[in-house]
């Protein structure tokens, strides 16, 4: 079993590596994993996520609706998968920590890192100014990186996501995914860049896609006429 380490550093092929077996790992792993990478930061240093390109994401969308997923598109398909059930984790961690669960929930994952000699965030973790909530604040969209609705069902889409055997049942765990990320728009800027934006851009039908494209051709052309 490989370990939240190993993975961040890509030491490991989706494809032959991760089962559900794996994700429930990353799960169980995911407090004391947020807690070290808040311990072990540097100054002022925020969480990093895994944002996967909105362009990848469209042209992957574009070959499916063709109804054919070319060959070279597979292993973009496993990283996203990778990236989004990495993600997934990393925000459970931070919800859990966060208190922003059950009580049952929040005293088992206590009571087995105090075995390890791990403390949970402490009050001084939250009021200083480089505390917990500025490391996993998400600057540039103002929202901090806890869910609590859409936790449980992100996770569930995990475990399909990890047991999908073809690139096409992998896609539609993804979309799964990404339609619950964009109902929740305060995280889906975690998963994909430009966040709701770009979601909103990828659940166009062709024709709001085309209305979309001349509105910005005209937009473009006359900010170009506008500098003479």
Same mark, same amino acid.
């Given at each position: 079993?490989?370990?939240?380490?190993?993975?961040?550093?890509?030491?490991?092929?989706?494809?032959?590596?991760?089962?559900?077996?794996?994700?429930?790992?990353?799960?169980?792993?995911?407090?004391?994993?947020?807690?070290?990478?808040?311990?072990?930061?540097?100054?002022?240093?925020?969480?990093?996520?895994?944002?996967?390109?909105?362009?990848? *994401?469209?042209?992957?969308?574009?070959?499916? &609706?063709?109804?054919?997923? #070319? =060959?070279?598109?597979?292993?973009? !398909? @496993? /990283?996203?998968?990778?990236?989004?059930?990495?993600?997934?984790?990393?925000?459970?961690?931070?919800?859990?920590?966060?208190?922003?669960?059950?009580?049952?929930?929040?005293?088992?994952?206590?009571?087995?890192?105090?075995?390890?000699?791990?403390?949970?965030?402490?009050?001084?973790?939250?009021?200083?100014?480089?505390?917990?909530?500025?490391?996993?604040?998400?600057?540039?969209?103002?929202?901090?990186?806890?869910?609590?609705?859409?936790?449980?069902? *992100?996770?569930?889409?995990?475990?399909?996501? &990890?047991?999908?055997?073809? #690139? =096409?049942?992998?896609?539609?765990? !993804? @979309? /799964?995914?990404?339609?619950?990320?964009?109902?929740?728009?305060?995280?889906?800027?975690?998963?994909?860049?430009?966040?709701?934006?770009?979601?909103?851009?990828?659940?166009?039908?062709?024709?709001?896609?085309?209305?979309?494209?001349?509105?910005?051709?005209?937009?473009?052309?006359?900010?170009?006429?506008?500098?003479?």
């Amino acid at each position: 079993m490989r370990n939240w380490y190993q993975r961040a550093k890509g030491e490991f092929d989706m494809r032959t590596a991760m089962d559900e077996y794996d994700v429930q790992d990353l799960f169980r792993e995911a407090p004391r994993f947020v807690l070290e990478q808040y311990r072990n930061r540097e100054p002022m240093e925020c969480q990093k996520w895994r944002r996967v390109p909105i362009a990848q *994401l469209e042209r992957i969308w574009q070959q499916h &609706a063709k109804g054919f997923i #070319p =060959e070279s598109s597979e292993k973009f !398909i @496993d /990283r996203i998968a990778e990236d989004f059930i990495w993600n997934v984790a990393q925000l459970y961690g931070n919800t859990v920590v966060s208190g922003h669960c059950d009580t049952n929930t929040y005293q088992a994952v206590e009571e087995e890192l105090q075995e390890e000699g791990i403390e949970m965030l402490t009050e001084d973790d939250w009021t200083s100014y480089d505390g917990y909530d500025e490391f996993m604040y998400d600057e540039e969209h103002g929202n901090s990186c806890i869910s609590d609705y859409a936790m449980d069902p *992100l996770m569930n889409d995990c475990f399909e996501l &990890a047991n999908a055997a073809s #690139p =096409e049942e992998k896609l539609v765990a !993804i @979309d /799964r995914m990404i339609n619950r990320i964009h109902m929740r728009g305060n995280i889906a800027a975690l998963f994909v860049e430009g966040g709701i934006e770009s979601l909103d851009r990828l659940s166009e039908t062709p024709e709001e896609r085309n209305k979309r494209l001349v509105e910005e051709e005209r937009e473009r052309m006359w900010h170009e006429n506008s500098r003479y």
